[in-house]
């Protein structure tokens, strides 16, 4: 778009006022940008004079206005030779922004627009005695030099040092400046190129929504033609900036403004839609096509076909692929990739591979995409073997399979328990150039760990380390929860604090795990300890975690700890469950007396189960008797 001229104006646009003479001069002073629009203050109240007086006075001034116009346009006609300071120093306290104004609307020697620029910015390094100029004379000097293509880039420049100081919700002020500047301007050249250099500088300066407001206030003034570029220039960057402006509702009004409509700008905005979710809003972008002359490409199809299959409308996809071929737009890889993996994702496998068949037979050459997508499918729904036997098709054709890939496949070949050729396959990736990532690791180090192989799990994690690569707390959990079923609670112990030292919280079943590893070795006391430490690291533990506490204490006959723990669960409010009066139940019949029935009498009316309770205290009572 426009090339962004600095500006030389920078903060000399205006200067201390101050009359203190060498320091207060070279000190730059900003003053607030609402003092430019103050109108000059009004000469005193003059005595009446006769009308003939008053004429004379005005031909006077005007006379002397006159002069100042030609005694500058002298001086800048003959600055390449004479200083612009030397020739205006006598006439400069004089100089005031309206005469900066005529100069630019009346050019009585028609200087060229580059030597007024010059100046313009020379006034802004000279105030005072320059007055200094006003939003008016800005955007006079900015209409006056959008009139000249070759001057558009200044013009451009202008708006957006004043866009700089007025910042957000500006545009009705610099509009209203602007329409002032073209009453008072005698230029013939239609002025819709300022406002192409306003709209432009808007969306530069990032201030999109005045970049808009200043489009629907041309588009309001049906004198003055809509500057179709800066609007494409804007709905670019509307497109591009992840902003809440209503990219749509603006296309269609550009478009209402004579915008040229491509499909290309309709696929987009679908495009977008459709990564928000939003399948709803890209269906009325795509039947806008044609309402404009135009006609959907295989491009418009394939992006709200692909945007119904990721939110699950399935069938509307496949209608979308009818009408498609009904309007002999020929379906291509793209379409067909998406239906497979909409398909394989709802677990439709058997369709998704006749759907890959059809493709094949209609001459379409799968890319590694569609083989990614249907791989995948197959590994997550068990038909390893069908994937294997389409992953060594792809490589048969030239595929170079990428990381997902390899992923999907050691995620099936791990969850069908082939650890040997999960393995295999991530040093065949390592062999071909790929890096394991922490998916791949994390998911051998979870599957060897629910085969039972807790040593090659960990290592996988040595490994991992060793290739840089950070254990998260899927890796983590995984490997706690081998280790205690493995029964090396300890480990399983060393590995939950490696966990808490790498910044990860473990969740209850993680901390369950674990203190059930102890409580099962009889260290009931580390699990009251583990309790202690999650419920300081902001965790409310639930009933599970209390049952198995309660199972713990039971196992090594500590009834009355038992009674206690159950007492405690009712003053925390963790409401005692079947698995809980179970446990106590079964505690008090392998380890209980006969004083353990008034306990039996309270807890009756809680166990839901009465046929088992019943037999459990008739169990309890034969033991007690045969003792």
């Not at 209203?176 to 300022?194: A, D, G, W, Y």
């Not at 060594?392 to 099936?412: E, F, H, S, T």
């Amino acid at each position: 778009m426009a090339t962004t001229v600095k500006p030389k104006l920078s903060s000399n646009l205006l200067r201390s006022s101050s009359s203190s003479s060498s320091s207060s001069s070279s000190k730059i002073m900003t003053v607030p940008f609402s003092s430019w629009f103050k109108p000059p203050p009004l000469p005193p109240s003059l005595p009446p004079s006769p009308p003939i007086s008053k004429h004379k006075h005005k031909d006077k001034d005007k006379n002397k206005d006159h002069d100042i116009l030609f005694t500058i346009s002298e001086a800048i006609k003959a600055s390449q030779t004479t200083p612009l300071h030397s020739s205006l120093k006598r006439i400069l306290p004089s100089i005031t922004p309206n005469h900066v104004i005529n100069l630019i609307n009346l050019n009585p020697l028609s200087l060229p627009p580059s030597s007024l620029l010059s100046f313009f910015h020379f006034l802004s390094s000279h105030s005072p005695p320059f007055r200094g100029h006003t939003l008016l004379s800005y955007t006079s000097m900015a209409l006056f030099l959008s009139s000249h293509h070759h001057m558009f880039p200044h013009a451009h420049s202008l708006f957006l040092f004043l866009i700089s100081r007025i910042g957000h919700s500006s545009a009705p002020q610099l509009f209203s400046s602007i329409l002032r500047s073209i009453t008072t301007h005698h230029s013939k050249n239609e002025p819709f190129l300022v406002f192409d250099a306003l709209i432009t500088a808007y969306t530069d300066s990032g201030f999109l929504s005045d970049a808009i407001h200043s489009f629907r206030l041309v588009r309001e003034e049906h004198k003055f033609r809509v500057p179709l570029r800066a609007c494409g220039y804007l709905f670019d960057h509307m497109m591009k900036l992840k902003s809440n402006l209503d990219c749509w509702g603006f296309f269609l009004e550009i478009l209402d403004c004579g915008y040229p409509p491509k499909v290309y700008n309709f696929n987009v905005l679908m495009h977008r839609f459709c990564k928000e979710g939003d399948v709803t809003n890209a269906r009325l972008v795509f039947d806008e096509i044609p309402k404009r002359g135009l006609r959907p490409t295989a491009v418009s199809f394939n992006t709200l076909i692909n945007g119904y299959c990721k939110s699950g409308s399935l069938e509307e996809g496949f209608r979308l692929k009818r009408v498609m071929e009904g309007e002999r737009v020929f379906p291509d890889v793209f379409t067909f990739s998406a239906l497979i993996n909409g398909l394989c994702k709802e677990g439709r496998v058997d369709e998704a591979n006749l759907l890959f068949d059809e493709m094949c037979e209609r001459g379409l050459v799968p890319n590694g995409v569609t083989f990614t997508a249907l791989i995948d499918g197959q590994c997550k729904n068990g038909k390893i073997d069908l994937a294997l036997r389409n992953f060594q098709m792809m490589l048969d054709r030239g595929i170079k399979p990428d990381l997902v890939l390899y992923n999907a496949l050691i995620n099936g070949l791990c969850k069908v328990g082939d650890l040997k050729e999960a393995r295999k396959v991530m040093d065949e990736m390592s062999a071909g150039g790929l890096k394991p990532d922490k998916i791949t690791f994390t998911t051998l180090i979870d599957g060897f760990c629910k085969d039972g192989n807790v040593e090659s799990a960990l290592e996988i994690k040595k490994r991992m380390i060793e290739k840089g690569t950070e254990l998260d707390d899927v890796a983590y959990t995984a490997l706690i929860s081998g280790l205690c079923r493995d029964g090396r609670v300890h480990d399983a112990e060393r590995m939950l604090r490696d966990m808490l030292n790498a910044g990860f919280k473990p969740d209850d079943p993680t901390y369950n795990m674990v203190i059930d590893g102890f409580c099962k070795k009889g260290d009931v006391k580390m699990g009251f300890k583990l309790l202690k430490e999650m419920q300081g690291d902001g965790h409310v533990p639930g009933v599970v975690t209390y049952n198995v506490l309660m199972n713990g204490l039971c196992k090594q006959g500590q009834m009355k700890n038992a009674k206690m723990l159950l007492d405690a669960m009712h003053n925390l409010g963790v409401v005692p469950d079947d698995i809980t009066f179970n446990i106590l139940l079964d505690g008090h019949c392998k380890h209980g007396s006969s004083d353990d029935f008034n306990i039996f009498n309270s807890e009756k009316g809680l166990v839901t189960d009465y046929a088992s309770y019943t037999a459990l205290v008739n169990k309890s009572s034969k033991t007690l008797k045969m003792a």
